[in-house]
């Protein structure tokens, strides 16, 4: 890339780090922080696709977690975290290892998003915190995922465009073995101009709780006379 290109690319870059990324990690942080408190309370979070770890780290310092433990396929040397290499497929923890599990606009990203959810809910004793997006049809699903190609295009995280309608979300948390308990849309994420095109009613927050056990059926029988 030639010197001017690589210029504008940089002045491109520091301008949604300012305007975009900075107030996302504070609004999700701030969505998901109260979730975790409504439920209870954290006193060690895990955030798989953590990133640069300052969404865990705010949601953490909120909550008064001690522990904050981040996972990402692509480690960075900037983390707010502790963080460890991941491959995206099981996650390397015990059951109920964190009482919280974080999923900050991750799923979307999963080549398999009902394993990771079903990991997730392994390794939580409380639930798992998602922020992600509601697509309404195909022009949604194209909006969102320009959204991503851009606000992912410095840390070159790849956009597979999965974007899932509400009962598509629901049936989601139901065959990974947990239940949505509450949700919180639509919500802010950005600032004007830019809410004008990623609109708040693609976004959402979530916490998604362990399913109660089913109880085995009883079958009644009858004497034979």
Not at 71 to 84: K, T
Not at 98 to 109: E, K
């Amino acid at each position: 890339m030639a010197p001017l290109g690589r210029s504008l690319v940089k002045v491109l870059t520091d301008v949604h780090h300012r305007t975009i990324h900075v107030p996302r990690v504070r609004r999700v942080a701030q969505a998901l922080a109260p979730l975790i408190a409504q439920a209870g309370g954290a006193r060690s979070l895990l955030d798989v696709g953590c990133g640069d770890g300052s969404i865990a780290a705010r949601v953490g310092q909120a909550v008064g977690a001690e522990r904050v433990v981040g996972l990402d396929v692509a480690l960075r040397d900037d983390s707010a975290i502790e963080a460890f290499a991941y491959d995206g497929g099981l996650l390397p923890f015990a059951d109920q290892s964190f009482d919280v599990v974080l999923l900050a606009d991750v799923l979307h990203h999963a080549e398999n998003p009902l394993g990771l959810l079903r990991e997730c809910l392994r390794v939580a004793r409380v639930g798992v915190a998602i922020k992600d997006h509601l697509a309404f049809g195909a022009l949604s699903s194209r909006l969102l995922e320009l959204m991503d190609q851009v606000g992912n295009y410095a840390a070159a995280v790849p956009v597979t465009g999965r974007y899932l309608a509400l009962d598509e979300w629901f049936e989601l948390v139901r065959h990974a073995g947990g239940r949505l308990t509450v949700m919180h849309w639509p919500l802010r994420i950005h600032d004007l101009p830019w809410r004008l095109v990623t609109r708040s009613e693609l976004q959402f927050a979530a916490l998604v709780e362990h399913a109660p056990a089913r109880q085995p059926e009883t079958v009644a029988r009858e004497e034979a006379p």
